[in-house]
């Protein structure tokens, strides 16, 4: 049976995309072979020895434990928070897809499952597809990430995704040029159910959020139905 590397267990509310304001326990994989800019999570690249788990739950206090977790172990602790919505967020947890096709049959479906992932995994997002409820899939802007581009990979992951419930996040700054743009566009064409959410690079204050209007505007024009604007809406409440 696989193990997993997991950073830390924790409660918080879901601040991002369009299941923002559901108490939910985040599962934080760790690992990750992109290296965005706005990363808020630098430990997913650094070796660590030890997972934090949040006890009590909603009390930013945290235990340590070994951080390879079973999957008893890891549902030991899940049980311990009593939240029925579960972030499985990373890093990229796709990158443990074979801890995953073992562990998510063991939720026995208790919780309502949200796969938050970079979006370029479709190999990976096959082999569990049919054990989460639903996909959050980036789209990688490079001049937000600082990246080399993943549109192609991104069309093939979000073949996979929309045999579930799935949206996509765009993650994106000021510096969003025109061909990004055209690129997104097509993307968007491409996938005409799928909802996009636009989310700022935060913080915001250190956005030109004249230019952050802008480009949404331009996709909310062409696209109304498809887009949402939603910042990282648990900066604002300051939780984790
Ligand atoms: S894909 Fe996510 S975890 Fe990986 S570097 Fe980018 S923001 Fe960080």
């Avoid at 997991?6 to 990750?32: D, L, M, N, T």
């Avoid at 951080?67 to 009593?82: C, G, H, P, V």
């Avoid at 096709?101 to 569990?128: C, F, H, I, M, N």
């Avoid at 799935?166 to 968007?188: P, R, S, T």
Wanted: proline share 8%; aromatic share 12%.
């Amino acid at each position: 049976m696989p193990t997993a590397k997991i950073i830390e267990i924790f409660s918080s509310i879901q601040g991002e995309g369009v299941w923002v304001g559901r108490p939910q326990v985040f599962v934080r994989f760790h690992g990750c072979k992109l290296q965005c800019g706005y990363c808020d999570t630098p430990l997913t690249h650094h070796s660590i020895t030890s997972a934090h788990v949040e006890f009590p739950p909603f009390s930013k206090k945290f235990e340590n434990y070994p951080l390879a977790f079973t999957a008893d172990e890891l549902n030991r602790q899940l049980r311990r928070f009593e939240i029925p919505s579960l972030a499985i967020t990373g890093g990229e947890p796709l990158e443990q897809v074979d801890f995953l096709r073992e562990w998510l049959p063991t939720l026995e479906g208790k919780y309502d499952v949200l796969l938050e992932t970079s979006g370029v995994e479709a190999e990976a997002l096959q082999r569990v597809i049919g054990l989460v409820d639903m996909v959050s899939l980036d789209v990688k802007i490079p001049s937000a990430t600082g990246e080399i581009p993943y549109w192609e990979e991104h069309q093939k992951f979000i073949n996979v995704a929309v045999q579930k419930p799935c949206y996509a996040k765009v993650v994106f700054d000021e510096g969003m040029n025109d061909q990004e743009i055209n690129e997104l566009k097509n993307l968007m064409e491409t996938f005409p159910s799928l909802c996009f959410v636009f989310q700022p690079v935060s913080p915001l204050p250190r956005r030109d959020m004249k230019r952050i209007f802008a480009v949404f505007g331009r996709f909310s024009a062409l696209f109304p139905k498809q887009v949402r604007l939603i910042p990282q809406t648990h900066k604002f409440l300051s939780i984790l």
